[in-house]
């Protein structure tokens, strides 16, 4: 160890951490020794920042290693985070070790003052607290294959002595992971304690792969219920605890995972650890939303809150979606969700509606919300009559922002039907409330009169180019005059910036967008992928020919939200070029999603949008 007084003995000057010079490291070194608690947490925030940043270790890092071991002894109020940091600054992976590279790394020169200062570092193993205890043994498992003989035989005689009588279980747990590293065969499943059982799972698990073992689910299933209830779950390697390593291996297995969250669901999902599962699964894999979705519905009464419970409702209303026919007792329990007088009622009756049950159209009008009436439209096209009413009073009462673009959007599931809202679009477009989507419907709906042509071609001339694009599109569909469309986006497609915003917008036109046809085709060319999918879009809808829209469209078919795009432009052609069909038999027949899905993913379903596309490819022929 080396006090604060040797700090001036290390030219910090002249070495870096992620922000250049490491001229500033002694003064927070010593930061960390004052009275004042909120500037040593500032200093441990910053060294988090600099010397370790990201994951990412400079040559500032190795250094500071003996000075935060002094710093361990010395501030008892943040020895546990103060060892964790030397934990996370050693982290590394031990497969690397043998590399050529390894020796002449900043990694190597961490640990190697690691292992110098570790003698000094011992006692902490002996702390009374359990937190200082448990960040301890992971600063020794990250240099157990680095230390010399009779240090590792010192340092394993203390491990047994945890593994053997310390007091917190979680602990002892921790005791025998390290000592695991330390190539020490135990039989943790066999332990009278269920936190040493479970880690000895996890570790079996890792060594196994799935699928795991009758055994290995129980286990887990069993002894992961009730997680420990401290707040010192640190992790072992990076930033992954033992809380997130469970959780990662039992998704690669989805039988095994479900086991397990029925069973913490069962226990009363505590801190909706089981309901969560769940949820992995239905967002990892394919084709288990019955199960998940039964497992959320006997999840919601040990919700411990109104937040967690609309947040499993959220959940419910993503995924019911995908059921072909949601059953009774799952739409039952919904519309009493839905019945409720609080924030919950509001994600269970987008549930209710998107199950496609017939009570949600009368709670939503009875409650009327832009999100709720967007879910019903969708869900009950056939209830124009009754819901377009709703969505007109709530636009004339001013709805704006998301909640304006929500219900105009709704009514595109209503066809001409919408032509009733044909008041409330209008004066949308001339407030600028939600006015590119009301643009959009207004030209949908095909009203054509003098006061809808006048308000789209002003708002041709906005500066809002997403709001011109829009209108101007809308006013070619009422007019059939191209030539405003022409001007908006000759002057659109000629600019360096984001182009392929516009050119999605471009379809309507068809063969009227041909003068564009040079400027689409340089796009073709763009390095911008997302450029060169929309202008192959333009150039098929312009010309009406695949040959130079395919091939480039499946050079940029990928699990990807671009790919997406591209391979949902193919499905729209029906043709595909014969070498993409390996590609396309794998985005179909995957079990795992290969596109991420979830109720924050800001899309709905795209990884089964991309499975309907490539199927549609495959039957195309």
Wanted: hydrophobic share 45%; proline share 8%.
């Amino acid at each position: 160890m080396r006090s604060p007084d040797e700090l001036d003995h290390v030219q910090w000057h002249a070495l870096t951490h992620a922000y250049g010079s490491a001229e500033d490291v002694p003064e927070l070194i010593r930061d960390l020794y004052r009275e004042d608690g909120e500037t040593v947490d500032e200093a441990i925030y910053e060294l988090y920042g600099n010397i370790h940043h990201q994951g990412t270790v400079y040559e500032a890092s190795a250094p500071a290693v003996p000075f935060l071991a002094h710093a361990v002894r010395h501030v008892p109020a943040k020895r546990d985070e103060l060892l964790m940091l030397l934990a996370v600054l050693a982290d590394h992976d031990p497969a690397i070790v043998d590399s050529p590279h390894w020796r002449t790394g900043p990694r190597a020169a961490i640990c190697a003052e690691l292992c110098r200062v570790l003698p000094d570092l011992l006692p902490c193993l002996g702390d009374p607290e359990r937190g200082v205890r448990r960040a301890a043994l992971r600063v020794v498992a990250v240099v157990a294959g680095q230390l010399p003989a009779e240090l590792r035989d010192e340092v394993v005689a203390q491990l047994d002595e945890l593994y053997d009588t310390d007091p917190v279980p979680a602990v002892r747990a921790d005791a025998m992971v390290v000592l695991f590293r330390f190539g020490r065969e135990l039989e943790p499943l066999a332990s009278p304690l269920a936190e040493v059982r479970l880690a000895g799972a996890v570790i079996a698990a890792e060594q196994s792969g799935p699928p795991y073992s009758a055994e290995l689910v129980a286990v887990i299933a069993e002894d992961g219920a009730e997680p420990d209830p401290g707040d010192d779950d640190f992790p072992w390697s990076s930033t992954t605890t033992q809380g997130e390593q469970l959780i990662r291996l039992l998704t690669r297995d989805p039988d095994a995972c479900l086991a397990v969250a029925s069973r913490w669901i069962a226990a009363g999902d505590l801190g909706s650890r089981g309901s969560w599962l769940a949820e992995r699964v239905a967002e990892t894999w394919r084709d288990h939303e019955p199960e998940v979705l039964g497992l959320l519905m006997a999840a919601l009464p040990h919700q411990r809150d109104n937040a967690a419970l609309a947040g499993r409702l959220r959940e419910a209303g993503h995924w019911i979606e995908l059921l072909p026919e949601p059953g009774g007792d799952l739409r039952d329990a919904l519309h009493q969700y839905a019945c409720a007088d609080d924030e919950t009622a509001e994600p269970a009756l987008i549930a209710l509606a998107r199950s496609r049950d017939p009570r949600a159209v009368e709670l939503v009008l009875g409650r009327p919300g832009a999100r709720p009436l967007a879910a019903a439209a969708q869900s009950f096209p056939e209830a124009a009559d009754r819901l377009i009413p709703a969505i007109r009073r709530e636009l004339a009462a001013g709805a704006t922002g998301n909640d304006g673009i929500a219900l105009v959007q709704a009514l595109v599931a209503f066809g001409s039907s919408a032509r009733q809202a044909q008041p409330e679009l209008v004066e949308c477009l001339r407030t600028r409330r939600a006015a590119i989507v009301a643009a959009r419907q207004l030209g949908l709906n095909g009203l054509r009169t003098p006061e809808v042509t006048e308000l789209l071609a002003e708002a041709v001339r906005s500066t809002d180019a997403s709001l011109s694009c829009a209108a101007a599109v809308a006013h070619y569909r009422l007019t059939k005059d191209a030539d405003p469309a022409l001007r908006v986006f000759e002057e659109l497609l000629s600019d360096s910036g984001r182009n392929h915003w516009y050119l999605s917008s471009l379809e309507p036109l068809g063969s009227a967008a041909a003068p564009l046809l040079p400027l689409v085709e340089e796009l073709l060319e763009s390095g911008h992928e997302w450029t060169r999918t929309t202008a192959a879009e333009a150039h098929h809808s312009i010309t009406g020919s695949p040959d130079r829209a395919v091939p480039l469209l499946a050079e940029l078919v990928a699990p990807t939200p671009v790919g997406l795009r591209a391979l949902k432009a193919l499905a729209a052609i029906g043709h595909a070029p014969e070498e993409l069909r390996p590609t396309l038999r794998a985005f179909s027949f995957s079990p795992l999603r290969v596109l991420v899905d979830s109720p924050y993913s800001g899309q709905d379903h795209p990884d089964e949008e991309l499975r309907a596309s490539a199927r549609s490819l495959l039957a195309a022929g």
